[in-house]
């Protein structure tokens, strides 16, 4: 009985050394008030201009033998009204995978490649609408469906990711797409492509993306470059400079981005400033100003440049 005993205590030391777990809750909430400009738009509340309203849980178990276990659910919501995009749970991020010495694998619904390696001047999104990405970055996807990606291990500042997404449906295209990295001391390159992202029909354009970034100390100077395959040669592209900069206890940031449309182009100038009241909770304030060549934003006259703001509180927990 006691040699028993004795061997069950060892099997439940050895199960708890293998088996050793942690689960994490962590989000963040942000809203504000803004004011988009134009004849359309009166003051209104708004959420997710510094970040992403959202909450996640996300874990990790061990393994043995420097392999790992991990998940992640992610759900984004509104933080001004409650609801939660197309009620859907896990609108961001949810998957399983493994990570271990041959670098991290995920299956299920995960960050678009192009997307993850994007290197935006502001770090926040700005006031509604002031972007000239929406015709480009984002509207081929943040994130991916039943995606399996893989991301390789470090190499001397060196990484890349894989990826690829079945259809799931006769004569429906799979998504693929692949980046490459390079981040080492004060500088940072990125290359990304994506192809059929959601999976769509045939016909959908592709994505490339090139971006970088030089920390000089005092500021850090970013750009990134977006092109679409099967769109027409005036309005396939878009870019955008940036600069951060450390400023009393927040940070500076402005932009300025210029997107291909039709005959004309659309240009942005927006930037604000980032007050870090702690380590988890910011206030901010964002200004942008937009014109648009093709048509008129938020009911402006065609080709009239408009400015609009916003004031807002984003806490991470």
Partial sequence: MKKTLIALAAVAATSAAFAQ?????????????????????PLEMTSSRLGTSHWA??????????????FKIA?????????????????????????????TLKLGRSFNPTFNLALTANSTKGVTGYQTRSNTLFTNGVYVDNQILY??????????????APSEAAGVNAHRGFGVSYANGPLAVNFAYSKNVGQVAPGITS????????????????????DRANVASDADNDWALGVTAPVGPGELWASYDRSEAGAGTTRVIHG???YFLSKRTTAYVNIGNKKNAQQGFNGSPVGKAITGWGVGLAHNF
């Avoid at 942690?22 to 738009?41: A, M």
């Avoid at 849980?57 to 392999?67: I, K, Y």
């Avoid at 984004?76 to 949810?94: R, Y």
């Avoid at 390789?152 to 894989?162: L, V």
Wanted: aromatic residues 10%; proline residues 2%; glycine residues 20%.
């Fill in 21 to 41: 777990s942690s689960v994490t809750l962590s989000g963040t909430v942000d809203v504000g008030l803004e004011d988009r400009g134009g004849q359309v738009s």
């Fill in 57 to 70: 849980v996300s874990g990790t178990e061990d393994l043995g033998g420097g392999l790992k276990a991990i």
């Fill in 75 to 103: 759900t984004s919501f509104d933080a001004s009204t409650g609801t939660t995009a197309g009620n859907v749970l896990g609108n961001n991020d949810m998957w399983v995978g493994l990570q271990g010495g041959f670098g």
């Fill in 151 to 164: 991301t390789t291990p470090n190499f001397g500042g060196f990484s890349g990711q894989i990826s690829y």
């Fill in 207 to 226: 994505l490339r993306l090139l971006a970088a970034s030089y920390n000089f100390g005092p500021a850090k100077l970013l750009f990134s470059y977006n």
């Fill in 272 to 274: 604000g400033y980032k």
